[in-house]
């Protein structure tokens, strides 16, 4: 029988690591996700893993990056200045076809910033933190079920596509207590390893097996361009263009499995108007599409549970439906960008944006808004 748990978002996501079979986290204490850390030192000595404080966060993912080479599922959590210090080596691992998951407990910045207040600032860092050609996989929680339930998630993605995984959440996600429903069973791919003899760990495949450093094969790992075995060619255009579009394909033609997300409100028809939003601005959206439909408003919200690739098909068959969507966010307007590109016209596109504080809009104050929205 499933267990319920009464647990913070953060004891959520350490416990769905531990549940996706991760058994090594290395990090660096910073608000507000150090419940993460807390939870994970204690829980992985019983369940046989390793846990390691570092000096900071690019080592600590540095670790993570050695842990996943040596055959463990590998994880480290981090809030937005952290997550500024980890860009070089998130770069790295998708350059090295690393599977490891990096979770980011959004906070207000710039900066130090407002460290105990919740944020959505780091959409776009999440997606083109890492300088050069990387395509990013994010998923954003809104509720601890899914802080469970999408570190999981980023657990089997990562494993199945050899690639960095973030989880975005943020400290009201992490910090707000609910029911937790556990499974009683969790199934991750395991990792395939390539046969004896085999030399090419880089290609030709899309995700090609991965090997164990210490089970004999000979391995290099190099951020630098490489062919498929791993042998850097830092001056020939082919061999870096052949590995940069294998890298973007594999995401990409996998995107559809990837993107997840949630449409509440009417499902069929002509809307007045539609949200999209995602983590912990969300809840208040579904509770504004509820006040809407009382005064008679045809609406619905998208939820998304994936950011990153962005489902623009998913959102312009939205805009087809709806007169105008709105995009409320704890930022200056960053998800809302993705949605205008998608969206190309065929509906009015309005942002809502809240920052300092770590305040939400209330339901009402998101109703109103999408009244004077209507009125226009």
């Known amino acids: 029988m499933p267990e319920a748990y009464l647990w913070p978002g953060n004891i959520a996501c350490a416990e769905g690591a531990i549940a996706a079979g991760c058994r090594f986290f290395a990090g660096y204490p910073i608000t507000p996700a150090n419940e993460i850390s807390e939870h994970m030192a204690k829980r992985l000595p019983e369940v046989g893993g390793i846990f390691i404080q570092m000096e900071d966060e690019m080592a600590s993912l540095g670790a993570v990056i050695g842990a996943s080479w040596a055959g463990l599922r590998a ?142 094969f000979n391995v290099p790992v190099t951020g630098s361009t490489h062919d498929e075995r791993g042998i850097r060619f830092t001056r020939d255009p082919i061999v870096h263009r052949r590995l940069i579009k294998r890298l973007w394909a594999k995401v990409y033609s996998s995107a559809r499995e990837v993107w997840d997300w949630e449409l509440c409100g009417e499902q069929e028809g002509k809307l007045d108007l539609a949200f999209v939003s995602f983590g912990s601005m969300s809840r208040s959206v579904l509770e504004a599409i509820d006040i809407l439909a009382s005064r008679g408003l045809r609406v619905a919200s998208l939820r998304l549970k994936a950011i990153w690739p962005f489902p623009d098909e998913v959102v312009a068959k939205l805009a087809e439906r709806a007169e105008a969507i709105i995009v409320p966010e704890l930022n200056m307007g960053q998800l809302v960008r993705e949605v205008r590109r998608a969206v190309a016209g065929r509906a009015r596109v309005i942002g809502l944006s809240r920052v300092g504080g770590g305040e939400l809009p209330t339901p009402e104050e998101l109703a109103e808004f999408a009244l004077e929205v209507v009125r226009r």
């Open 75 to 216: 994880m480290t959590a981090t809030s937005g200045p952290g997550f500024s210090l980890m860009q070089e080596l998130i770069g790295y691992a998708f350059f090295t076809e690393t599977p490891c998951v990096i979770v980011d407990v959004m906070r207000v910045g710039p900066s130090t910033g407002q460290a105990t207040r919740a944020a959505q600032g780091d959409v776009m860092q999440a997606r083109w933190g890492p300088h050069g050609d990387y395509a990013a996989v994010v998923l954003a929680p809104s509720s601890p079920q899914e802080m469970f339930d999408l570190t999981v998630r980023a657990f089997d993605i990562s494993e199945r596509l050899r690639t960095p995984v973030v989880v975005l959440s943020d400290e009201i996600i992490a910090h707000m207590r609910e029911n937790v429903i556990v499974p009683d069973e969790i199934r991750i791919p395991e990792r395939a390893r390539p046969e004896r003899g085999r030399q090419e760990f880089f290609g030709p495949e899309l995700v090609p097996p991965m090997p164990r450093l210490g089970d004999g």
